[in-house]
T-cell receptor
């Protein structure tokens, strides 16, 4: 059972609002990730982190930003939401050094921007 | 171009029957291949991880095979249950970067009918 948690699970907000999706893990993992997934489509990496104060952009361009002030916490922020941001956002974490480590996913945050 | 292709896109089987899902990849240099199960509206859950030297791995009723020469993998589900209804995602990791970049397939949507 993975100890990685996302809140909120579901969110409907208006265009132009600022939102933060929370992600926390209690496994002490250094690596954390944010993926975006549209229904029936593959996951796309939008942000990742190797550890505290480390953040990098992923393969899919995103207007969101992330921070990693504590090992266990990796929030994602949209300063001004738009309908094109409507999607599912999945947070994940893994251990750092060994090849083939399991990546644990949170339950996801479904965002709808109206 | 590194890609992961899964087939079939969707599959319907009767409870108790067996089925096999396919994954072909072009990712190089290859590091490992993972199968995940994703229930509707939930985050993916790891089923198996295989490295280059492994050609089969089981997890209960799930058995994954890997042929690194032909770059093919399969996931065999035995004696299917209603709870097996989900999307099954093939994920291939490369050795080309520190991150161990992940390439996701779009998944096979399995429906098990009573």
């Amino acid at each position: 059972e993975a100890d990685i948690y996302q809140t909120p699970r579901y969110l409907v907000i208006g265009t132009g609002k600022k939102i933060t999706l929370e992600c926390s893990q209690t496994m002490g993992h250094d690596k954390m990730y944010w993926y975006q997934q549209d229904p029936g489509m593959e996951l796309h990496l939008i942000h990742y982190s190797y550890g505290v104060n480390s953040t990098e952009k992923g393969d899919l361009s995103s207007e969101s930003t992330v921070s990693r002030i504590r090992t266990e916490h990796f929030p994602l922020t949209l300063e001004s939401a738009r309908p094109s941001h409507t999607s599912q956002y999945l947070c994940a974490s893994s251990e750092t050094d060994r090849d083939g480590n399991t990546i644990y996913f949170g339950e996801g945050s479904w965002l709808t921007v109206v | 171009k590194n890609q992961v292709e899964q087939s079939p896109q969707s599959l319907i089987i009767l409870e108790g029957k067996n089925c096999t899902l396919q994954c072909n990849y072009t990712v190089s240099p290859f590091s490992n291949l993972r199968w995940y199960k994703q229930d509707t509206g939930r985050g993916p859950v790891s089923l198996t991880i295989m490295t280059f030297s492994e050609n089969t791995k089981s997890n209960g009723r799930y058995t994954a095979t890997l042929d690194a020469d032909t770059k093919q993998s399969s996931l065999h589900i035995t004696a299917s249950q209603l709870s097996d209804s989900a999307s099954y995602i093939c994920v291939v990791s490369d050795r080309g970067s520190t991150l161990g970049r992940l390439y996701f397939g779009r998944g096979t949507q399995l429906t098990v009918w009573p």
